[in-house]
């Protein structure tokens, strides 16, 4: 994970000045915390802002009642997780160690508080950004998975709760940790199982419980309306999100998978202009959401875009898979697109089980002491496998052409073709897939010669084609041949960003004739928002 660039310690005990907390003492009410009593539990909305002007407040292990880590909130100090910005659940139970005096300020009144004191607000989201990178990076949280290394279920939710930032810890099934979970919320031994807290075992778990349980769309009211809808979270989205925030819009970041989108599974993007180092695309994106919700933005997620209306007052109308409808004066379509299923028998079958479509540290574990096979020419493909050489034995990367000068990035094509643990097969294709629950090998056959050759492998990642993401748009704006949507001259207008019907924009990978790049991306999510403001404010 790429640094912060400061010690995360004293990034976590950041104080307020004293202008700040007299700010707090005049919105909030000092309330007084016995020793024993529970300040938060997993799962309970983040509804307040708490700061500790003495006294002292620990974190709690749900299983043991014990103190959780070794550290704790003294005088000067505040509770709170970066969750709070958006109206989410604890993901730690707190309790006060001792007799504890606070300043309590409801979660509304300090956003508004923080939006009128920039200096307060940047300390703020410093400290719940820098808390929750060491929660992550110590896999402490409760929210628990064990037995995602044989449950392809649960390598789901540790794929959505990795790529959305989510802390949790996972456990081998049998393991001597998995015995005592199991042996507390009173489940079999050797079930897979998702826990949440002391004593919540997800049934059938899902991408959108878990969602549910950390309350992430809570404050999203059916029918609700905004200035503007943004579909989609990945670069151009999020960059949108910000923008539009920061001109004092109302929006709402809508992603069906993970904030990120397909540039979240990047797990290092080194020409990105101001990271010399380079950043994965999760960090750089997940910044700028922490940014967007500064300046108010929502985000609605795991949430798919399922048909999209125009209303007799010229609004536009969203629904999503679950029903639920919200509207807005504006769209902007920032929807990017997907790989394409490749047509290979059996492929289906072992998706989730061998078969990935990202490279992210949840997929990488999956890869230890075996041959990782990537099919793809292009910049993702090749991040994919310098990042996989990793953890794999090696790492295989089929490509139908016989160059890869046309598809990828000139610095990393020829760092693939420097690392050892890298081969490259030009002209190569996977023509047919072995195991019986989980992937055990593949057939590659070249192209030219009509040879073939058998490759030992549990994990093969497809990285090709690009397929957009656009038949929620249900015929309200044009599109080219391969479904992209048409913007600016093309679609009859004389804004790059517009779309053939008036309100509607797009932005990023999805726009016919867009460069598919991050830093483009981000470039237009950014610049579209001016057009937005004026056709609302028109």
């Known amino acids: 994970m790429e640094t912060i660039g400061a010690d995360l310690r004293q990034m976590i005990r950041t104080p307020l000045a004293p202008a700040h907390v007299e700010a707090l003492r005049a919105a909030g009410t000092v309330e007084h915390y016995p020793a024993g009593t529970m300040l938060a539990r997993p799962g309970e909305p983040i509804d307040r802002f708490v700061y500790v002007l003495d006294g002292e407040i620990e974190v709690v292990n749900p299983y043991t009642?014990?103190?959780?880590?070794p550290s704790t909130l003294g005088p000067t100090q505040f509770m709170g997780e970066i969750a709070f910005m958006s109206g989410g659940a604890w993901t730690l139970a707190m309790r006060a160690a001792q007799g504890t005096r606070a300043i309590s300020v409801p979660r509304e009144t300090m956003l508004t508080l923080m939006a009128q004191i920039p200096?307060?607000?940047d300390i703020i989201i410093t400290v719940f950004a820098?808390?929750?990178?060491?929660?992550?990076?110590?896999?402490d949280g409760t929210l628990t998975l064990i037995g995602e290394e044989v449950d392809r279920d649960i390598r789901r939710i540790a794929d959505f709760a990795s790529r959305n930032r989510i802390p949790h810890s996972?456990?081998?099934l049998g393991s001597e940790a998995a015995l005592a979970a199991a042996n507390t919320c009173a489940l079999p031994p050797d079930r897979p199982a998702v826990i949440f807290g002391r004593d919540v075992v997800v049934a059938d778990p899902t991408p959108e419980k878990i969602a549910r349980l950390l309350h992430l769309n809570r404050d999203l009211r059916d029918d609700e309306a905004f200035d503007v809808l943004i579909v989609g979270g990945g670069p151009a989205g999020v960059a949108a999100g910000v923008y539009a925030g920061a001109e004092g819009l109302r929006a709402l970041v809508i992603e069906d998978i993970a904030i990120g989108g397909q540039a979240g599974t990047s797990s290092r993007i080194e020409n990105y202009m101001g990271f010399p180092t380079g950043i994965s695309g999760g960090d750089l994106v997940w910044r700028g959401e922490v940014q967007a919700m500064k300046f108010g933005t929502r985000f609605a997620m795991p949430r798919r875009v399922t048909a999209l209306e125009q209303l007799?007052?010229?609004s536009f109308c969203a629904t999503f898979d679950s029903g639920q409808r919200?509207?807005?004066r504006a769209v902007i379509v920032a929807a990017g697109v997907q790989y394409r299923r490749l047509p290979i028998d059996r492929l289906a079958e072992f998706e989730g089980a061998g078969v990935y479509y990202a490279a992210t540290e949840v997929e990488a574990r999956y890869c230890k002491g075996t041959q990782a096979?990537?099919?793809?020419?292009g910049n993702s493909a090749g991040q994919a496998a310098m990042y996989l050489s990793r953890s794999a034995r090696c790492v295989h990367v089929l490509v139908r052409g016989t160059s890869l000068a046309a598809s990828m990035s000139s610095y990393l094509s020829s760092r693939l073709e420097a690392d050892p643990a890298i081969t490259i097969g030009y002209g190569a294709e996977v023509v047919a897939l072995h195991g019986d629950d989980h992937l055990e090998g593949v057939t590659v056959r070249d192209r030219a010669s009509g040879t073939t050759r058998e490759i030992e492998s549990r994990a093969l990642f497809v990285m090709v084609g690009a397929a957009p993401n656009t038949g929620w748009l249900s015929g309200l704006v044009a599109l080219d041949p391969g479904g992209f949507v048409l913007t600016g001259t093309a679609a009859g207008t004389d804004s790059p960003y517009a779309t053939s019907r008036p309100g509607i924009y797009a932005v990023g990978d999805v726009r016919s004739g867009s460069v598919k790049r991050v830093a483009s991306a981000v470039g237009e999510g950014s610049v579209v928002v001016s057009q937005v403001w004026s056709y609302i404010n028109r």
């Open 312 to 314: 007799e007052d010229g």
């Open 119 to 121: 200096e307060m607000s």
């Open 326 to 328: 919200v509207r807005g």
């Open 130 to 139: 820098a808390r929750r990178r060491r929660q992550i990076d110590s896999g």
């Open 170 to 172: 996972t456990i081998a």
């Open 373 to 377: 096979v990537v099919i793809g020419g």
């Open 65 to 69: 009642d014990e103190r959780h880590l």
